[in-house]
């Protein structure tokens, strides 16, 4: 990133805020996406994310980071959560919130996974489950300024239903040739499925990705496991380390660094 890039990353002080949820978009069985309105909102940069706080009667605490799925060009910030078993948070925000409802929010945190289209080149993403959601924001964003750079989404799901933003990941691809949307059902397919039915691998990295020569710069979100394997393969197929960024989800469900 340029220094006038970075500069462009919010550096304000992080206050809690409240966040009131305006629309509730279920994307699967286990994933909704939460529409917000913040009134003292001071922008993002595809790739950012927030805390947001969840405040008991009790007085109980629990706090939880989510990439924003929005783009900086959307009036109301897009927060997509996946249901995590036991958790504390995620089943409030999947299950109990309801229109009207507000919690407290912190950001934008975080301006090294973060990629506008004044940086332009070729882009390559990769996403497992719900870390598809901070690619989504570059992606969205790259539609928004009508960008019509190479880029790829790679993106690992255990099903077809499970799929996150299916319809518009390829109502996207259908409008722009230079977008490709490639998708790798691991656990279950449909029938007549012809396309990638395995884990990321070495071998699909090579068939799918922009090659190094063209110098892409790339982006993986999703579980440790993925986020590693996919990093290590790109680097013996040629990628220098340098055009690699990570993000990757904890054991709770949260951004971990």
């Not at 940069?45 to 008991?56: A, E, F, K, S, Y």
């Not at 882009?123 to 190479?150: F, Y």
């Not at 020569?213 to 393969?233: H, M, W």
């Given at each position: 990133m340029?220094?006038?890039?970075?500069?462009?990353?919010?550096?304000?002080?992080?206050?809690?805020?409240?966040?009131?949820?305006?629309?509730?978009v279920v994307e699967t069985f286990r994933v909704k996406s939460l529409l917000l309105h913040i009134p003292d909102w001071q922008g993002h940069?595809?790739?950012?994310?927030?805390?947001?706080?969840?405040?008991?009667e009790d007085g109980y605490q629990a706090q939880r980071s989510y990439s924003i799925a929005s783009p900086p060009e959307d009036e109301l910030l897009t927060l997509t959560v996946e249901r995590v078993d036991n958790g504390e948070v995620s089943p409030y925000l999947i299950d109990d919130l309801r229109l009207g409802d507000q919690f407290e929010l912190r950001g934008p945190i975080g301006g090294y996974f973060v990629w506008?289209?004044?940086?332009?080149?070729?882009?390559?993403?990769?996403?497992?489950?719900?870390?598809?959601?901070?690619?989504?924001?570059?992606?969205?964003?790259?539609?928004?300024?009508?960008?019509?750079?190479?880029?790829?989404?790679?993106?690992?799901?255990?099903s077809l239903e499970d799929i996150i933003y299916r319809e518009e990941l390829d109502a996207m691809a259908r409008r722009d040739p230079n977008l490709r949307v490639i998708n790798t059902l691991t656990r279950k397919q449909p029938e007549g499925w012809t396309g990638y039915r395995r884990r990321i691998d070495k071998a699909m990295l090579a068939e799918a990705c922009v090659?190094?020569?063209?110098?892409?710069?790339?982006?993986?979100?999703?579980?440790?496991?993925?986020?590693?394997?996919?990093?290590?393969?790109?680097?013996?197929?040629?990628?220098?380390?340098?055009?690699?960024k990570t993000e990757r989800f904890g054991p709770t469900g949260g951004l971990a660094s």
């Open positions: 340029t220094g006038t890039e970075a500069a462009a990353v919010p550096t304000r002080r992080l206050e809690w805020q409240p966040a009131e949820v305006r629309k509730i940069l595809p790739g950012q994310h927030v805390d947001i706080r969840l405040t008991g506008t289209v004044a940086m332009r080149g070729p882009l390559c993403l990769i996403a497992g489950g719900s870390g598809i959601a901070p690619l989504a924001a570059m992606l969205r964003h790259r539609e928004r300024r009508n960008v019509r750079a190479t880029a790829l989404l790679l993106y690992s799901s255990r090659p190094p020569e063209q110098n892409p710069k790339i982006y993986i979100c999703g579980s440790t496991p993925l986020v590693e394997d996919a990093s290590r393969f790109l680097v013996e197929l040629g990628h220098s380390p340098l055009t690699i």
